[in-house]
């Protein structure tokens, strides 16, 4: 029931009848964020201090954090008792069993993220802010209420956002690995006789020549996790048949969702975003990229994030047509790394997404600073490792090695690897970066 009130008060929110209103509202919710995190986080009782918020402005007073500040102070700034060692040893722990789903202690849900330093990040979602999401998702995803019931398969990649599978009249929800077979998920969908999927762009385009064996056509592909470029959203459109809509969401917060037209707006309601250029100074202007993304969620009271500094970058469309005052979001930059290809023992290819390779490596070792990842045209990999500290890198290749020999091996996958140390220089411009580099022509299939 309670799920029911807030999807009503979703919808009404995307409605906000003034600018003005919805920046009320916004005060409001900062205010109240702040007031608790000042009396239940010691980390934020310091550093928030006596400093007052009267008016949005005012939040450029507030410190600015980050992953690393956020992560040093993990056990005095969440507001729940956890401590970052039981919190990593919990999320390495799941990791490593590939058991993604269910909450720690019953009440929360742990993400683990690697982002741009390379370091691990640690997020808690409590259990009640987990089971509005797919609210959040209903109220949000510009489904129309026609499609109902909304059939959903829900494409995981490594870590889930903590729900199971639901199974009610209105609305299933089910879950498949990304690294499913093509054809299991063609058999799945029409077994479920499924209406929306939502998966990775790259995991539609992995779909793209099985498409035909689809039965009943899909009304809807939601996508996330990557960046869906203009032009792919229209192919994905004509060759399922299907509305195709993004949603933005991290461990971070629920960023945006698209709304009926089918673009994306920012969640103003649940999640205060700050675009600043260089100078710290306000960017507003639609089509320019900012420099820093500094979010406050309004609603994750377990571990207040307060200005707290994304990687991604977003930048800003012109007002959207379906009039709602929350702004729009013309694109995501950051997220363009490359899906790797590898050669099965029985000579098929099997696709290997970024973020799960990604997360082999750091959760390795404690020691990995940065690295990237390069992909040959004959398969091979390249793996540069950029340690914290220079001590023990001969262990620490090895241990990166055995850990991806167990998980490659149990794909059956057949590789050769050269593993070094060496520094690693971020460009200044991390939109177009590449963690994860591959050959253009590299066999995929
Ligand atoms: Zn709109």
């Known amino acids: 029931m309670s799920g029911i009130i807030d999807f009503l008060r979703l919808v009404a929110h995307r409605r906000f009848s003034s600018q003005a209103k919805m920046e009320a509202y916004q005060l409001n919710e900062l205010k109240s964020m702040i007031d608790f995190a000042k009396s239940n986080s010691d980390f934020y009782k310091e550093t928030l201090g006596n400093i007052e918020i009267n008016d949005l402005k005012d939040i450029i007073n507030l410190p600015i954090i980050n992953k690393n500040i956020m992560m040093s102070n993990f056990d005095q700034l969440n507001t729940v008792g956890l401590t970052r060692d039981e919190v990593m040893s919990i999320a390495l722990e799941k990791e490593l069993n590939k058991d993604y789903l269910g909450y720690y202690k019953d009440e929360f849900v742990i993400g683990l993220s690697s982002g741009t330093s390379g370091n691990k990040g640690l997020y808690i979602t409590p259990k009640s802010l987990t089971e509005r999401l797919p609210f959040v ?3 949000r995803s510009g489904i129309p209420l026609r499609y109902l019931p ?3 398969l829900f ?25 499913t077979p093509t054809n299991e998920i063609i058999r799945q969908i029409n077994q479920r006789k499924i209406n929306v999927l939502m998966a990775p762009p790259s995991l539609c385009r992995l779909l793209i020549p099985v498409a035909h064996l689809i039965r009943k056509p899909l009304k809807m592909i939601v996508t996330y996790a990557e960046v869906l470029e203009k032009e792919e959203k229209v192919r994905l459109g004509e060759v399922f048949g299907a509305r195709v809509i993004e949603i933005y969401q991290g461990s971070e917060g629920q960023f945006a969702s698209a709304c009926s037209l089918g673009n994306l707006h920012i969640n103003e309601d649940l999640i205060f975003v700050e675009l600043l250029d260089e100078q710290y100074h306000k960017v507003s202007t639609p089509h320019i990229a900012a420099a820093h993304m500094i979010v406050t969620n309004l609603v994750n009271r377990a571990q207040p994030l307060i200005r707290y500094e994304m990687n991604d970058l977003i930048v800003l469309d012109d007002p959207c047509l379906c009039g709602s005052s929350f702004r729009t979001i013309e694109k995501i930059l950051g997220r363009n790394d490359d899906i790797l290809y590898f050669k099965k023992k029985d000579g098929s290819i099997q696709h290997i997404f970024p973020d799960l390779f990604s997360r082999w490596i750091i959760t390795s070792s404690e020691n990995i600073r940065e690295y990237k990842v390069i992909q040959h045209v004959d398969h091979s990999l390249t793996i540069l490792l950029d340690p ?17 020999h167990i ?7 057949e590789f050769l690897m050269d593993i070094r140390c060496e520094t690693i220089a971020l460009p200044l411009n991390l939109a177009k970066y590449k963690r994860f580099e591959v050959a253009k022509d590299i066999a995929k299939s």
């Open 137 to 139: 998702f209903l109220a």
């Open 150 to 152: 909304f059939k959903i």
């Open 388 to 404: 914290i500290t220079s001590r023990e890198q001969n262990e620490l290749i090895q241990q990166v090695r055995t850990r991806l």
């Open 407 to 413: 998980e490659l091996a149990s794909y059956d996958i």
């Open 155 to 179: 494409m995981l990649r490594v870590f889930s956002q903590g729900f199971n599978d639901i199974n009610s009249p209105l609305i299933s929800l089910n879950y498949l690995s990304t690294m």
